[in-house]
């Protein structure tokens, strides 16, 4: 059975005494929809979570779930991922080689840098908690992945930047994969745009154009994780010094890095005002 944090979900609000109860029926909710799916009753799944979306008509994480169980079922021809898949973005940052290692320097040595971290996807690699007391990522990173953010949320999403800033928060955290590493199918639930940065180092540079390098695959289900590429399926292979943005819902995992020097990535989520930290 999984755990759940209780959060906002989306803009759905409501009475701070009612969240113990509501939190329990969501909770509720999506074990039975995943217990459903692992007996690969995917028709069961969709009744559970389309009951669910009745009550959490913004959550990412009912709707990704559902459109993967509507896919495994045959019912749906996965149109929304194609859609989705068509606004994730590849763009360089801008940063030049030395503030590209003061980062990479904080993410390696952050207190919070743990292997395998319990409850992420991270498998085969350290990963970090929130990095907000990281010096590298100070103002002018943040203002970065503002930017990013805003550019992204005006060209694909039609959104008002100035409007994330009043609404929004960015949650920031390392991923460092060793040789074999990998991440699990997993999606940002909790957020609206989220990002993966690539550092331009010397070490790094050569492995991250490496058909061996860990590449970032988007899918249309959890379930469908094949060796070779499907037809609902997304493979980008990262640019160093570039950060690949996308809508948080969509379901994503990386290739094992095979690459001969362990693998860093710096994600970040952007998240509605009043939801908690990974």
């Known amino acids: 059975m999984i755990t759940i944090p209780w959060t906002v979900f989306g803009r759905f609000t409501m009475p701070e ?15 039975r929809g995943m217990a459903l ?14 009951a669910a979306l009745k009550e959490f008509p913004f959550d990412r994480l009912l709707i990704a779930r559902r459109d993967g169980a509507l896919f495994e079922a045959g019912l749906d021809e996965a149109v929304r991922f194609h859609d989705d898949a068509a606004t994730i973005r ?9 503030q590209w290692a003061a980062i990479v320097r904080d993410v ?19 990963q970090t908690t929130h990095l907000s007391d990281a010096t590298a990522l100070g103002a002018s990173f943040e203002t970065l992945l503002w930017r990013l ?47 993966v940065l690539y550092p331009a180092l010397d070490a790094q540079t050569r492995d991250v154009a490496q058909p061996s390098a860990a590449r970032l695959v988007f899918t ?13 399926e997304l493979t980008v292979i990262p640019e160093p010094g570039a950060a690949v943005l996308f809508p948080s819902h969509l379901w994503h995992f990386t290739t094992a890095n ?13 998240v509605p005002g009043g939801q908690l930290a990974p």
């Open 37 to 50: 799916e692992r007996e690969r009753f995917w028709k069961g799944a969709i009744e559970v979570y389309d």
């Open 149 to 195: 953010c805003g550019d992204y949320a005006h060209d694909t999403l039609d959104f008002a930047p100035d409007a994330l800033r009043r609404q929004c928060r960015l949650i920031v955290w390392g991923v460092k994969l060793a040789l074999g590493g990998f991440q699990e199918p997993h999606n940002h639930p909790d957020g609206v745009i989220s990002g």
């Open 108 to 126: 390696c040595d952050h207190s919070s840098l743990a292997w395998n971290r319990d409850g992420y996807a991270t498998r085969g690699g350290y």
């Open 258 to 270: 095979a690459a001969d020097r362990e693998r860093l990535s710096i994600a970040f989520d952007l």
């Open 220 to 232: 249309v289900s959890p379930h469908r994780i094949r060796p070779t590429p499907q037809p609902f």
């Open 90 to 98: 590849q763009v360089q940052c801008g940063l030049n080689t030395r």
């Open 17 to 31: 005494e009612s969240a113990t109860i509501v939190q329990r029926r969501y909770v509720e909710a999506v074990n």
